[in-house]
């Protein structure tokens, strides 16, 4: 992605990294989907926020998280049992931007562009930037008054940023 405003200035920045699938074994683990299986957010976040499906929130501090196929089996200082690891199934995990790696001078976190216009390379309005849908790629949920927008993020979708408007470019007939 290229450099831009949002690459400067994020401040502290929120970061959904993934979500609790289950608990695991009887000593509390629990098995986590990070919607990034390369991110490094459980190695070096000290502390993350659990959203729980209830709308509370817990802090969890990472103790060890080790791969098992599509998921980390993950152990936090806080939960001890299987009945508390159960208790974070559905959780979603929020790690802060400041407790991971920095960013290269080129990258950017997505979320610090939600909110943002969205417009094609030759000026085009698309809409505002409402949210985005992780499968095996990332999707930015663009909308307007009329219609929203599934816009994947390919290696050069993003152009640009600036003045919160984000310039992408799109492939013939997606936002037809």
């Known amino acids: 992605m ?40 459980l190695f070096t976040a000290d502390k993350l926020t659990a959203r729980m499906r209830t709308g509370e929130t817990r802090m969890l501090r990472p103790e060890s998280a080790r791969p098992q196929g599509k998921f980390l089996l993950v152990g936090f200082e806080e939960v001890l049992t299987r009945t508390h690891a159960e208790e974070l199934k559905g959780a979603t995990l929020i790690a802060l931007s400041d ?15 939600r909110g943002f216009q969205v417009v094609t390379e030759d000026g085009r309005s698309v809409g505002t930037l409402q949210d985005f849908l992780t499968t ?17 993020i390919l290696n050069d979708t993003i152009r640009s940023t600036s003045e919160r408007t984000v310039t992408v470019r799109v492939v013939e007939g997606l936002l037809d």
């Open 2 to 41: 290229t450099a831009s405003d949002a690459s400067r200035d994020q401040g502290v920045i929120p970061l959904t990294i993934g979500y609790v699938a289950g608990a695991h074994g009887i000593r509390g683990e629990v098995k986590v989907r990070l919607h990034h299986p390369d991110s490094e957010a």
């Open 136 to 152: 095996n790629i990332d999707i930015m949920i663009v909308r307007d008054k009329e219609q929203e927008h599934l816009i994947p």
């Open 99 to 113: 407790t991971l790696p920095p960013l290269e001078e080129d990258e950017f976190y997505l979320e610090s562009i």
